[in-house]
């Protein structure tokens, strides 16, 4: 088990050093083979992050032991609703935030242009914006699982959720190069998307090899 939280705490040192997220910013679980779920403690910072500092929820949402993350119930969320959540990652990737002030009526990112979007993570949905640690940050997210593992929070972040935390965290990272290769081309003109025979056929490739984030 002490593996899997150093793992924890190196996913928490990556993203910041990926400036995926800001000093204390963001939180991270995973749910423990005794049925526990460790998170990452409300105030401190991910790039000091160590195994001692985790806290402890039960399934329920019960306080076993430290302080949580006070955006637990967004992970208590998806732990409930998707059987084969082991980990989830929540950031905040600039960029694809920004995207999220600047078109506020897009229902979920335009990845029509890029094949690796479709085959890694298929569709990519804006959730409505909930206020950060309420229940409804849990609730917001219902609509969106189990069937998408990654996700942008409106006005607030991202959300990955994997059977593993790698698969977690890779969602997060491929969510933010993403957006900043889309920014890229829309500041250069637009990003226009394949043929729609292209997409069918991508997407039909995604189901052949699974839901995992890759």
Not at 162 to 167: A, F, H, K, P, Q
Request: net charge positive; proline share 7%; charged share 20%.
């Amino acid at each position: 088990m002490f593996k899997l939280l150093a793992n924890l705490c190196d996913v928490c040192r990556r993203l910041h050093a990926r400036n995926l997220l800001a000093a204390a910013d963001g939180n991270v679980s995973v749910l423990l083979d005794d049925g526990r779920i460790a998170i990452t403690p409300s105030g401190v910072a991910k790039a000091r992050m160590a195994p001692a500092d985790l806290a402890y929820l039960a399934r329920d949402g019960r306080v076993v032991s430290g302080r949580p993350s006070t955006e637990r119930l967004m992970h208590l969320a998806v732990y409930r609703a998707c059987p084969e959540a082991r980990a989830v990652v929540h950031a905040h990737p600039p960029t694809a935030i920004a995207f999220s002030l600047a078109h506020p009526e897009w229902a979920c990112l335009p990845s029509e242009a890029l094949p690796e979007v479709i085959l890694a993570a298929g569709s990519i949905p804006f959730v409505p914006y909930a206020r950060p640690g309420t229940a409804a940050m849990g609730e917001v997210l219902a609509p969106f699982l189990p069937a998408h593992r990654l996700m942008v929070l409106a006005r607030h972040g991202a959300l990955a959720w994997g059977e593993s935390l790698e698969e977690a965290y890779n969602g997060m990272e491929r969510l933010e190069h993403v957006c900043q290769i889309l920014k890229t081309a829309l500041d250069l003109g637009g990003a226009r998307p394949l043929p729609d025979a292209e997409v069918e056929a991508l997407r039909q490739a995604r189901l052949k090899t699974g839901r995992k984030l890759l």
